[in-house]
């Protein structure tokens, strides 16, 4: 996992935007993909605005028993994109904030 993520960095493949989400939209259906796409925080910070497209799978893994998730990567996945989201918006919030008089 290590190294394709350094690859994936090196390459700027988080970049692509159309190639990234569907790295994002495989992570839930295969844990390898899930836990190179969390495996940085550059990977973490590109994958976490996507995840608001696949509303229906992030509610279906929390609502999932956590042994069915088969090791937990999947609600891990879901856990980092959607605390990285928040500390984005948090972000955003406050250089809002910020400019106003």
């Not at 992570?27 to 836990?35: C, D, S, T, V």
């Not at 509610?59 to 990285?84: H, K, T």
């Amino acid at each position: 996992v290590e190294s394709i993520s350094k690859k994936i960095l090196r390459n700027r493949w988080q970049e692509d935007e159309s190639l990234w989400r569907e790295m994002v939209r495989i992570a839930f259906e295969r844990p390898l993909i899930a836990l190179i796409c969390v495996h940085t925080v550059e990977l973490v910070r590109a994958s976490a605005p996507i995840i608001l497209e696949h509303a229906d799978q992030v509610a279906a893994v929390w609502e999932a028993p956590q042994q069915a998730d088969g090791g937990g990567v999947r609600r891990m996945l879901v856990a980092r994109l959607l605390s990285r989201l928040s500390v984005m918006i948090r972000g955003q919030d406050m250089q809002s904030a910020a400019r106003k008089p």
